[in-house]
């Protein structure tokens, strides 16, 4: 039995004797098969668990910049809007209805207070995909005085690009519905 076993895990008696009568190993197909599986997924783990190298200096600009954008009601379009949130389009119809409300034209940008960007946990937590960043902003009046201040929202890095998280948006936009009396959530939220 022990003479068998060492024959299926390659030792000993497992050996065959090349054309020069040198004695050589032959690896078990088992011992093959599971250094392979280990590579492949050492290989997975090492591609699944990147992150981008994020700039923070340039992501901080980014950041502030697509808040400063969205929240400039009364200049830009809808789609200059869209282009800042992530999956903006979806939010279409709800950004549609506050852009055209009295209120939007109370708004005349954002100040970014602070960014800290998130662990992959700590994004996970929020529902939100990897890198993320906190943001805690103030929405500006038309003189230039925060009329929102000290909001909590966030961002996400999407194709390249540093857009205001759906989740923050929504959250505004849902304060929103409240206040026109509608019911349940905005589209796309």
């Known amino acids: ?96 209805q506050a852009l055209a409300s009295s209120e939007a034209s109370a708004s005349d940008g954002a100040t970014v207070d602070t960014v800290t960007f998130l662990s992959t946990a700590d994004c996970s937590k929020q529902s939100l995909p990897n890198p993320c960043a906190k943001v805690k902003y103030d929405i500006l009046g038309t003189g230039g005085t925060a009329i929102l201040p000290g909001n909590t929202g966030y961002a996400v890095l999407s194709n390249g690009k540093w857009l205001v998280a759906k989740t923050t948006i929504c959250t505004l936009l849902g304060l929103f519905y409240t206040a026109e009396g509608k019911q349940g959530s905005p589209p796309g939220c």
Do not use: W
């Not at 078990?28 to 668990?49: D, N, Q």
């Open 1 to 96: 039995m022990e003479g068998e076993t060492q024959m299926m895990l390659g030792r000993n008696g497992g050996g065959t004797v090349d054309e020069g009568g040198h004695r050589t190993r032959r690896r078990a197909p088992g011992a093959v098969a599971l250094t392979v599986m280990v590579a492949l997924a050492l290989t997975a783990a090492a591609c699944g668990s990147s992150t981008p190298t994020i700039n923070k200096a340039q992501a901080k600009t980014d950041i502030s910049s697509a808040y400063d954008s969205l929240f400039h009601f009364k200049t830009g379009t809808l789609a200059s809007k869209e282009a800042v949130i992530q999956n903006g389009p979806s939010l279409a119809g709800a950004m549609g």
